[in-house]
């Protein structure tokens, strides 16, 4: 199993470019779940999914936007890149009533 | 507005002594917690966990105690090592829903 995969690992974008960070997972996991990390700072929810076709804001949806058309992948959109989406974002997943597994994270740059 | 609290962003332990992470919470809702551990350039990985109903679970090295009076949890590490050089993230959910909160974490380091 290759658990939570994202890519890319890295990325530098300019203000107002637009990218699709992609998540995947191969554990059949119904829930999915974007976290940004910010220096510092704790992780912040952005976007959560609980199944294919379901999706909801975290703490921070702003900016970004999220579907869930298979049980597999979560990608998450930036539409207008700005400076202040500089982070580090975890993609995670888990089953029903048990502990996320997170992926090893995209670190964006927005300049 | 914090709901999950971690006051000491460092602390260094010694090889062999024993570590204490720190973590309070507001939300009198939350019933379960969770500590993660994150290496450098990796995801957080799942430690240790400790439902309400509990005040204390064990796993090893790694103890979890809840004091929900004071609306706090602590990990011991016992003894540290220094593979246990890491941030620790607290965390924690209401069981009815899917969202976690984490805390800002604490940078352990364990010298020799």
């Known amino acids: 199993n290759a658990g939570v995969t994202q890519t890319p690992k890295f990325r530098i974008l300019k203000i107002g470019q637009s990218m699709t960070l992609q998540c995947a997972q191969d554990m059949n996991h119904n829930y999915m779940y974007w976290y940004r990390q910010d220096p510092g700072m704790g992780l912040k929810l952005i976007y959560y999914s609980v199944g294919a076709g379901i999706t909801d804001k975290g703490e921070v949806p702003n900016g970004y936007n999220v579907s869930r058309s298979t049980t597999e992948d979560f990608p998450l959109r930036l539409e207008l890149a700005a400076p202040s989406q500089t982070s580090v974002y975890f993609c995670?997943?888990?089953?029903?009533?048990?502990?996320?597994?997170f992926g090893n994270g995209t670190r964006l740059t927005v300049t | 507005d914090q709901q999950v609290k971690q006051n000491s962003p460092s602390l260094s332990v010694q090889e062999g002594r024993i570590s204490i992470l720190n973590c309070d919470y507001t939300?009198?809702?939350?019933?379960?917690f969770l500590w993660y551990k994150k290496y450098p350039a990796e995801g957080p990985t799942f430690l240790i966990s400790?439902?309400?109903?509990?005040d204390k679970n064990e796993d090893g090295r790694f103890t979890v105690f809840l004091n929900k009076s004071a609306k706090h949890l602590s990990l011991h590490i016992v003894p540290s090592q220094p593979g246990d050089s890491a941030v620790y993230f607290c965390a924690a959910y209401t069981g009815t829903a899917s969202k976690l909160t984490f805390g800002t974490g604490t940078r352990l380091q364990v010298t020799l």
């Open positions: 995670a997943s888990r089953p029903y009533n048990s502990p996320l597994h």
């Open positions: 939300n009198s809702m939350f019933d379960y």
């Open positions: 400790i439902s309400s109903i509990k």
